[in-house]
């Protein structure tokens, strides 16, 4: 057993609920097994256990492991493209990268790069949209694998208005799912994602195909885009003749519990409302719509529908692999929107980025918070001595205060270490 002695910050309530932030100035953590077993002021739980190791983290706070609910494994190189709507940076950066992926020993690499990238953000579960090439979704699994990154993820699949070398057949698209969540999903920390890329490559065909899958792999996901753009909407709206965006998903039993859809930046009322209905979620992912001029998120209307919203980074598109970054985004995308926007205070953004994005992806059993019963998925926010961030906690007003400066100042350099299921993470430091 070991036992952690820190300042604790987490959102085991939900403060768009009327939660507050959960604060522990001097917290000790008892951990076995990887699982949070005992939880209390540090003096006590240490009287309780004189024989367990003891492990300070003595500045900065212990925080849940961030959560992140949509994020691409093929564009980790193509971080950074500005200047350009969504479709126009599929066609001139993100579809000529996804092919690459073609190459193994490229995808290899690429996937290498991909998980370091989250875990030195502090992102311990995520939810991935993969590769259209199965070898390649192969390579992330396994590179996910090796730090035990709890990973849900799948085949792209798409069959129209895409770079050729990136369509496929309805059958082999199923064909390859199959295969790659019969060897992946459920193994360790992974499970099986069903991605069709959007609605705007895909067939009715295909999301049949897609809809059979999902229901064939009991405890898969799903997961796509949906209401990103105007133009895309449109396009979309002119292929399938009839219906909304989110009907083209749910005709073929692919809106439910388990779904988690990118983006719905333009939805419409009727869509918000069989979104609630069917428990679904949005990832909201703020830095990518901003630099995609993709628009400004109507989280007013979702909280009011009871649509539930998490964040995701939307690496490549998005900025970066941070959530701390995302959700310091959100607020100030939201402070835009005038009398429609929500105030969001450091509570609703740690919630966003932890609780939420557990409960967008069914482990709100496992992560979300510091609770016992919880895995001990954690990150620990040190400042680096002289920067921004340490002046800024030194002067802080108390714990809220603090933590709205670890989401305006803290980046990666900041994560000193991370655990997931109790095991630090090769690399990081301490």
Known sequence: MILYRAQVLDTPDDPFRGGALRHDADAGLLVAHGQIVERGP??????????????VLGDGMLLPGLVDTHVHFPQVRIIGALGMPLLEWLERCALPEESRLAGVTYA??????????LLAAGTTTALVFGSHFAAAVDELFAAAAGPGLRITSGLVVADRMLRPELHTTAQRGYDEGRALADRWHGRGRSRYAVTPRFALSSTDELLAACGQLHRDVPGSW????????????????????????????????????????????????????????????VAHCPTSNAALGSGLFPLNRHLAFGVPVALGCDVGAGTGFSLLKEALQAYLLQRLRDEQSVLLGPAHLLHLATVAGAEALGLRDEVGDLSVGRRFDAVWVRPVPGTPLDIG??????????????????TPHEVARVWIDGVPVEGSAG
């Open 42 to 55: 540090f003096t006590q739980v240490r009287s309780r256990h004189p024989g367990a190791e003891v492990v």
């Open 108 to 117: 290899r690499a690429v996937a290498a790069e991909f998980v370091t990238s």
């Open 222 to 281: 799903f997961t796509s885009h949906l209401n990103e753009n105007p133009i895309e909407i449109s396009t979309v709206q002119q292929l399938f003749g009839d219906g909304s965006y989110l009907d083209c998903y749910d005709r073929h039993g692919l809106v439910g519990r388990s779904s988690v859809f990118a983006h719905n930046v333009h939805p419409t009322d009727a869509e918000l409302k069989r979104l609630a209905q069917a428990g679904s979620s």
């Open 393 to 410: 906690l030194r002067h802080a007003d108390g714990p809220e205060d603090a933590l709205a400066k670890v989401f305006t100042l803290a």
